[in-house]
């Protein structure tokens, strides 16, 4: 299958899960970063999206290993209480692995991710998947899962890994704005920003480009001063390459792995300052 005839399963759709005959981004991401959540036709389109993007599975198992570490940090800062947006396919190894007796809300808008999720985490009362589209954040903040399990006279730790990707960026600084109207004093954005450095991209990035379009993921990269300026009035406390928070070598992202287009991931932290009368 090219991946100009791949057609995707990415609609709303109850069974969506059990449907082993299209590839579904959620489980395309679970396979890449090493789950079993996923159906040979998912790995196929993956080994596909790979042919044209080599470097992705490095990328986004840096991403996933991230959002480890960053969950393990702020719990030792003593978040007690988390928000995830744009979750994706959940597993064992997420947030709540390494937040342990904390509150937490995934939200995804592939019905594929919340359908599994709310499976995996019906006998957790302190964990709810909920579908939530970034671009209708209001709609996810007064969920009755959120409004249950995210008490708002503490701070919130809220995860937006990946929404710079497949948000325009009218709908990130209005999700930015809404989150930091609603998230007290002290609440932290925790995310990877997911950027290029240079402006004419090479044909294989459009063909990969083309082929998230037909997922509807238009995928659209920024630098990292846009990345940050999208997000005010958070400001931003840590903002460093992703290698170096995870306290990898220099040289474990080669220039093969930049695709020639500069890719680079970075670690980013924002804050809600307290407001000082």
């Not at 986004?60 to 007690?80: P, V, Y």
């Not at 932290?188 to 480009?209: D, R």
């Not at 379009?213 to 990292?224: D, G, M, N, V, Y």
């Not at 170096?244 to 474990?252: I, M």
Request: hydrophobic fraction near 45%; charged fraction near 20%.
């Amino acid at each position: 299958m090219s991946h100009s005839d791949a057609t995707f399963d990415n609609q709303p759709n109850t069974s969506a899960f059990l449907d082993t005959t299209l590839p579904n981004l959620a489980r395309i991401f679970d396979y890449l970063v090493g789950g079993t959540a996923n159906f040979e036709v998912d790995r196929q389109a993956a080994e596909q999206m790979l042919n044209m993007l080599p470097s992705l599975r490095k990328w986004i198992r840096l991403r996933r290993a991230f959002i480890q570490e960053a969950a393990q940090l702020l719990h030792r800062e003593g978040f007690t209480q988390f928000l995830d947006l744009a979750s994706g396919m959940p597993s064992d190894d997420h947030l709540h692995a390494f937040a342990p007796n904390c509150r937490i809300v995934y939200s995804d808008i592939n019905p594929v991710a919340v359908s599994y999720g709310r499976s995996l985490f019906s006998d957790r009362d302190n964990i709810a998947y909920i579908r939530g589209n970034g671009q209708e954040p209001e709609s996810i903040l007064m969920s009755p899962e959120v409004l249950k399990l995210i008490h708002l006279d503490e701070p919130v730790a809220i995860g937006l890994n990946g929404l710079q990707l497949f948000l325009g960026e009218p709908h990130v600084k209005h999700l930015a704005r809404t989150l930091f109207e609603w998230a007290p004093n002290g609440s932290k954005l925790f995310l990877v920003f997911q950027t290029h450095g240079i402006l004419e991209m090479p044909q294989t990035y459009y063909e990969f480009l083309a082929m998230c379009r037909e997922a509807h993921l238009p995928i659209q990269l920024h630098t990292l001063e846009a990345c940050v300026e999208m997000l005010r009035p958070w400001h931003p406390s840590l903002v460093e390459p992703i290698t170096q928070f995870l306290g990898l070598p220099d040289d474990f992202i080669t220039p093969a792995d930049r695709e020639g287009i500069g890719m680079a991931f970075y670690a980013a932290f924002l804050l809600k300052q307290d407001i000082i009368h």
